[in-house]
């Protein structure tokens, strides 16, 4: 173990009055382990989503443990928040840093205001590179977040460019985008437990059991957050319009927490209400891998991305899928499986033939089980052991010389 280190990113936690910290998204408990191998403890420096009663946390994840503590900062909301409030936001930051021997930036404004504290005090720090800031914020929805882009993006370069250890969730597109001089090393933030076979098989029995004049529609499936456009609904919403024209109208379920009645309006504008089930959230693990299962097909039509977990989490299931081109999203699904970001016509045709060609179904399905192998957890936890244990190798050779 080296000392205590200090985890920022800008993903907003939920307390409640008992000081119990919960997640929305994904940072449940077990997602502290990776640093708690190589570190006595963890101080969480993040946004504040507010207080709630303990009998409203059932659709998030607890993210309180031993060894792990909290500092949640308040009215950071918005990037135009962000900068209204920096004074505060810093103060936290330091707050932090001056009981920590390292600190631990995933890539966010939060973050880089770390960033720079931890280099003016001459402290090790490390960056986790999980998603693409440009994107990010340019597809965000909004006009202030567009402004901002370009500001984001320089951020991102320079902070990452001066990192001392940088990890990558992709093998190739955030490295070309975002570049780091130190020590860099790729393992994405998946943690995806070996499924069995019969997982797949069943599904692939049940395909070949139906009649070829079958009524039944396959089922597609997208998981993300409805908050703003970054996962490409409206896109999957044009496409859903376009095949209920041409006679092929496909049921859409959508788990995610975020402006659903907004989605719902959307979707009665495109004239497909009737074919999209928003399902809100549930509790990550069994709960989401028995949702997965109901589907037949998975689409990832996402504007902005890293490595997206729930596409590779669907691919271990053994579903078809289809995605962007953004991101890292290449790296996981073949070319015949992708389409341009904001790309409908494509995605439509794709779903199509997905619906009514069993045989591609099947080869898809049983090409992407064997591709979500390389991201289970027992290959990619050597890979952020290693990383990790240099990170804390270095901030113990400093501590004996200091």
Not at 11 to 26: A, I, M, P, Q, Y
Not at 66 to 79: A, W, Y
Not at 189 to 217: C, F, G, M, Q, Y
Not at 226 to 241: D, E, F, P, Q, T
């Amino acid at each position: 173990m080296s000392g205590s280190i200090a985890w920022v990113h800008d993903h907003v936690f939920h307390s409640t009055e008992n000081g119990r910290v919960f997640s929305k998204g994904r940072l449940p408990q077990t997602a502290w382990t990776r640093y708690l191998k190589h570190f006595d403890s963890i101080i969480v420096v993040a946004r504040h989503g507010g207080v709630r009663k303990a009998s409203d946390t059932a659709t998030l994840e607890l993210s309180s443990r031993d060894r792990v503590s909290f500092l949640l900062i308040d009215n950071l909301l918005s990037p135009a928040r962000m900068l209204m409030n920096q004074s505060s936001a810093m103060a936290g930051v330091r707050d932090a840093l001056e009981r920590v021997d390292g600190v631990i930036v995933r890539q966010s404004r939060l973050g880089w205001l770390a960033a720079a504290e931890a280099q003016r005090r001459g402290i090790p720090w490390a960056v986790e590179v999980v998603s693409d800031t440009w994107d990010a914020y340019w597809n965000y929805g909004r006009v202030v977040a567009k402004l901002y882009a370009p500001f984001a993006w320089w951020d991102a370069r320079r902070w990452i460019g001066r990192a001392n250890s940088a990890i990558y969730v992709t093998h190739e597109h955030l490295q070309r985008r975002y570049p780091c001089r130190g020590r860099v090393s790729v393992a994405s933030n998946v943690e995806i437990h070996p499924v069995d076979r019969a997982v797949l098989d069943e599904k692939l029995a049940r395909w070949r059991s139906e009649s070829p004049d079958s009524t039944r529609k396959p089922v597609v499936g997208l998981i993300g957050s409805m908050l703003n456009r970054h996962k490409g609904l409206h896109v999957a919403l044009r496409a859903l319009r376009r095949l209920a024209d041409q006679g092929t109208p496909l049921p859409l379920r959508v788990l995610g927490d975020g402006r659903l009645d907004d989605w719902r309006q959307e979707a009665r504008r495109q004239g497909v209400a009737d074919l999209l089930h928003l399902d809100g959230c549930l509790p990550n693990g069994e709960p989401v891998m028995r949702w997965l299962d109901r589907l037949d097909i998975y689409i990832q039509p996402s504007v902005t991305e890293g490595l997206p977990r729930a596409l590779i989490e669907a691919m271990s299931r053994g579903l078809p899928a289809m995605g962007s081109t953004c991101g890292g999203i290449p790296e996981l699904l073949p070319n015949e499986c992708l389409h341009a970001p904001g790309d409908s016509t494509v995605l439509a045709n794709q779903l199509a033939r997905m619906a009514t060609d069993r045989d591609w179904r099947i080869r898809h399905a049983e090409r992407n089980y064997v591709e979500a192998r390389n991201y289970y957890r027992d290959r990619l936890e050597a890979q952020r052991d290693a990383f990790w244990s240099r990170f804390a190798d270095e901030i113990a050779t400093r501590k004996r010389a200091a």
